[in-house]
């Protein structure tokens, strides 16, 4: 009996709606706060996917002390093993992708010396104290940035023959995640992905981080010597080609990654990225508070009928 208020009380299901809640406070406060920076909005959200994981895994740990207590199995089993599952597909996919850019990058072309200039350029241009290992392939279908300690931009091998100031904008949106850390903040919520991935709620807020970071780099571009409506088409070019189907592996980011498209071309034809207009347009479909509510309720009546 013991074990088992121990399990409810701070166990997986405790754990889950924790990590519910902090979601759902990440998102509404975003969404009220309707005049604030792209930038901010980011690391409110990352900071709550990144509160997910001490929660989720301690909530894990103290289910499985619980039982062992007892000497049982886990209790709901089920929900358990179907939850472990989502959590090797979605493991299984990241390792894929990884595997697949660390072959794209063995196998790229390096990048002239007579380049070296424009990728100082661009370094200095979003504060980099130098530039990264930049290379070229024909394997990607559009620039992607990828590592944590050591990053490499990885542009297809076509950019060679583009204009300087496309290739400066280019290099400025992937070395402008570099400055921005964003390769860490992606490895997070990858990371929160594994375990939330049941969860509606975890990819409304990672569908709002990956355009909020992607806003912000953009509008470093556009002191690049590019203009919006030029910078618009090659992430067109490059959004119609799409992205690898084993998806960009860990800390790696494509620039013209799906679900954030409309978003960014509505910033860059607005010239005011930060305004936001409906303080709930982050919701799927510019939803109302009801279907926050309802998908609130959704979670209670869950837990409610685990624990029956």
């Known amino acids: 009996m013991e074990s088992e208020i121990v399990f409810w009380m701070f166990g997986a299901p405790f754990a889950l709606a924790m990590a519910s809640v902090i979601l759902v406070a990440g998102v509404v406060s975003v969404g009220q706060n309707a005049h604030g920076s792209r930038a901010a ?3 409110v959200l990352t900071a709550c ?3 997910v994981l001490p929660i989720v895994a ?4 103290v289910t499985a002390l619980a039982a062992s207590s007892r000497g049982s199995g886990y209790p709901l089993d089920f929900f358990r093993i179907v939850w472990l599952i989502g ?14 850019v660390q072959g794209i990058i063995m196998l790229s072309e390096q990048a002239g010396p007579d380049e070296q200039d424009l990728f100082d350029r661009a370094a200095g241009h979003v504060g980099l104290r130098e530039a990264p290992v930049v290379v070229y392939s024909r394997h990607v279908r559009g620039p992607l940035v990828t590592g944590l300690f050591l990053p490499v931009v990885v542009l297809p091998t076509e950019l060679r023959a583009a204009s300087s100031s496309v290739r400066m904008a280019v290099l400025t949106h992937e070395m402008g995640h570099i400055r921005r850390g964003d390769c860490l903040s992606q490895l997070v919520l990858q990371l929160a992905g594994a375990l939330m991935w049941w969860n509606p709620l975890y990819w409304i807020a990672s569908r709002e981080i990956r355009t909020a970071r992607e806003i912000v780099c953009d509008e470093g571009v556009s002191y690049a010597g590019l203009s919006r409506r030029e910078y618009g088409a090659v992430l067109a070019h490059y959004a119609v080609k799409g992205t690898s189907p084993l998806g960009p592996g860990l800390a790696s980011m494509h620039m013209a990654a799906s679900g954030t498209l409309a978003r960014r071309f509505e910033a860059l034809a607005a010239h005011r990225p930060d305004d936001r207009g409906s303080a709930l347009e982050l919701l799927p479909e510019r939803a109302s508070c009801r279907q926050l509510l309802a998908y609130v309720g959704f979670v209670a009546a869950l837990l409610c009928l685990l624990q029956a």
């Open 41 to 43: 909005d980011h690391f």
């Open 49 to 51: 996917c990144a509160a």
């Open 58 to 61: 301690c909530g894990e740990l």
């Open 87 to 100: 959590i090797g597909v979605v493991a299984a996919r990241l390792l894929a992708g990884s595997l697949f």
